[in-house]
């Protein structure tokens, strides 16, 4: 049996960004592809960087949707089954729209497919698949490794995506991530990561965990064994890490380059309305905690989430700034999404604040990054155009040029620079 697998893209997207530059592995289809087995095999299409042979002879699809794919996944699931070709999607945004997905797809799996691959299978080859499948959160990944042979002939970044945990034991108000895991979070068995960074002769890694700092006493035991393997790492982490200086030189001693740190603002009562807890705790140190990060000569990636109900256009002009003076290595500066059956998504439908229907990931009229409610300081337009503008402002000539002076970070030494100065370029050419 062929299995096509498919990563779909955003659909349309306003002029403002071109977001398929720079693209990265699809990790999780590698780890389904790493599930199928002799006689059966897995091709992949990325549809963010090549076109789909709809026509090419296939046995099943299956696709992973996220919100801002979601209508783009619709119509491949679509251009699919009409072809006769049975179509099976899971992923994040068919958890939290169930009903919806379940529409567009013969089968539709809830939670990790790992546990309930086999019997997926073989209720697909008996002719058998049912409409749902509801998978248990139990260990990520346990025995299961990608095959990342999919991944040859596509033009990714020179980076390896990898797991060590899954989840996020925070409650943000805007978060999708909590509501899929429950609040709960999990470490994969140390010894398979490990074993998957040898057997794949990775070098270059980029760890996906919604918080690789989540459980530190487990990620100090990984980190101790990861030291002999010689290889450069980061990560997506909470600023709390910086309370652990142990945790920092195990970190630093085992290769870690930088971290993905969310911010999401600058200002206190923001942070509380997010419920963003780790911040709100640390939020007098944002400066100490990245001096702290400077002395470890960590790249810091910062995220921040602008729209909330103390925000204006000033205040994201001051955001900008922040992160410019910060020297940060990068910053990210992202709309505010209210995600179905978030906190944020409630209060705003209770407000009846939502635009596009309340559905604007399958609303034919909207473009990433676009507001999709209607703001309490500003109106939606001068929100778009804000975040526009930061982005912009950040990876100008001048923002690169001041940020990249930092002799801590981003000049520490030729391997930190190369860094800076290829994914400043990516995301500038993104943004413009």
Not at 170 to 177: D, G, T, W
Not at 346 to 365: A, C, I, S, T, V
Not at 385 to 401: E, F, G, H, P, V
């Amino acid at each position: 049996m062929k299995i096509t697998l498919i990563r779909p893209g955003l659909g349309d997207i306003i002029s403002a960004y071109n977001l398929n530059e720079g693209s990265m592995e699809p990790l999780q289809l590698a780890i389904i592809a790493g599930l199928i087995k002799e006689p059966d095999e897995a091709v992949l299409y990325d549809d963010r960087i090549e076109e789909i042979p709809f026509d090419e002879k296939t046995d099943l699809v299956c696709i992973t949707v996220d919100s801002f794919s979601a209508r783009r996944s619709y119509k491949i699931s679509n251009e699919y089954r009409k072809r006769g070709v049975k179509v099976i999607m899971g992923g994040m945004h068919v958890f939290l729209m169930t009903e919806e997905a379940s529409q567009y797809a013969d089968s539709i799996v809830l939670g990790d497919v790992e546990p309930i691959w086999e019997q997926l299978m073989r209720d697909i080859k008996l002719q058998k698949l049912q409409k749902i499948y509801k998978a248990p959160f139990g260990t990520p990944q346990e025995g299961c490794f990608p095959n990342r042979n999919i991944f040859k002939g596509k033009n990714y970044l020179p980076v390896s995506l990898l797991q060590f945990s899954r989840g996020c034991k925070f409650n943000c108000a805007f978060c999708s991530i909590s509501q899929f895991f429950d609040h709960s979070h999990k470490c994969r068995k140390i010894d398979d990561v490990l074993y998957e960074i040898e057997k794949d002769k990775l070098k270059t890694i980029l760890f996906v965990d919604d918080n690789m700092v989540a459980n530190k006493p487990e990620l100090k035991i990984f980190l101790k064994e990861l030291i002999p393997l010689k290889i450069k790492w980061a990560s997506q982490s909470s600023i709390d890490m910086v309370k652990d200086k142990e945790l920092l030189k195990l970190m630093a001693d085992s290769g870690c380059i930088g971290n993905l740190i969310g911010f999401e603002s600058i200002n206190i009562n923001s942070l509380k309305w997010y419920n963003k807890s780790p911040n709100i705790q640390g939020f007098n140190s944002y400066k100490e905690g990245l001096s702290i990060l400077r002395d470890y000569g960590f790249l810091t990636w910062g995220s921040f989430m602008v729209g909330n109900d103390f925000d204006t256009v000033d205040t994201i002009e001051q955001t900008v700034e922040f992160a410019i003076k910060n020297k940060l290595t990068l910053a990210f500066f992202n709309i505010l999404m209210p995600y179905p059956r978030t906190k944020i998504f409630e209060q705003f439908k209770k407000e009846n604040r939502l635009l596009y229907d309340g559905h604007w990931w399958n609303h034919p009229d909207f473009r990433y990054n676009q507001a999709t409610f209607k703001p309490k300081l500003m109106s939606a337009e001068q929100l778009s155009q804000a975040t526009i503008k930061a982005n912009r402002d950040l990876y100008s000539i001048s923002s690169i040029t001041k940020r990249a002076f930092d002799l801590k970070t981003n000049m520490r030494n030729i391997v930190n620079f190369m860094i800076y100065s290829r994914f400043n370029y990516v995301l500038r050419n993104t943004s413009i």
